[in-house]
């Protein structure tokens, strides 16, 4: 059974509804042992995280937290840095501040978050996809960070699209030459999306082209949802044959 969680916010996330303590305890109820919080770092000015991230009272929120629960759940700390490759200075001075995890995630193109409105007033449907991967295969060949997160996001918004194959094999190579692992990212089922992000093809493809390291996270943002769909990653993990990690100081660790 898994029982890392490495995909949580607070509210030390804009979007987090709950503090470290509360996910913390919910985390514990729900027979969680071990969990990362990934906090968001956003640097879009559009982005409603923008200039939220406090890294300092993160910091000591997690350090208090980690003494609370020793010895009863392995408290990890991460962020959640968006767009990556497009702020390489803001990256750089995040790798530098002891963190055990830090995902890279693609929520935006160009000037607007997956889902709005304008954006589909912009391109078709088809565009935005293949605009989608292309920033995904920037962002690997940029790397500097370990998780890629939730990879096919915007099918949470706008449908259903599977990544071709060709570019999933370019993507998967790229993040092999990286160091950047996939996460098992759950939160479609909360979201209307009744699969896994990424889905089973590309994660077929990851086990071939890589030694099938992954992460799993139930990208939680309030009580009830640590540890939500993890036994779907659970199962995609064993039928695949995958293998399940956890970082610390940014080192990947068998579980």
Request: glycine share 10%; with cysteine.
């Amino acid at each position: 059974m898994l029982t890392a969680d490495l995909h949580l916010h607070s509210t030390f996330s804009i979007d987090g509804c709950n503090t470290l303590q509360e996910m913390t305890d919910a985390a514990w109820r729900a027979g969680l042992r071990t969990l990362c919080f990934t906090e968001h770092v956003d640097h879009n000015p559009r982005d409603t995280g923008y200039g939220f991230y406090d890294y300092e009272a993160y910091r000591e929120a997690v350090l208090q937290v980690k003494e609370a629960y020793e010895g009863r759940i392995e408290v990890l700390w991460g962020i959640e840095f968006s767009e990556p490759h497009l702020y390489p200075a803001e990256l750089e001075r995040e790798q530098q501040r002891g963190y055990d995890m830090i995902i890279g995630s693609q929520h935006f193109l160009g000037k607007w978050f997956f889902g709005e409105r304008e954006m589909l007033e912009q391109w078709p449907r088809e565009e935005v996809f293949s605009r989608y991967y292309e920033e995904l295969c920037a962002m690997a060949d940029h790397g500097g960070f370990d998780v890629m997160g939730h990879i096919g996001f915007p099918c949470r918004y706008i449908g259903d699209h599977p990544m071709p194959e060709d570019v999933a094999r370019v993507l998967a190579a790229k993040m092999v030459k990286s160091g950047i692992l996939p996460e098992i990212n759950t939160s479609g089922f909360r979201k209307g999306y009744p699969k896994t992000l990424p889905d089973e093809p590309f994660l077929r493809i990851w086990r071939d082209l890589s030694c099938g390291s992954v992460t799993a996270g139930s990208d939680a943002h309030r009580i009830g949802e640590p540890g939500n769909g993890l036994e779907q990653a659970e199962d995609a993990v064993r039928m695949l044959g995958l293998e399940p990690v956890v970082f610390r100081s940014r080192k990947a660790v068998r579980l």
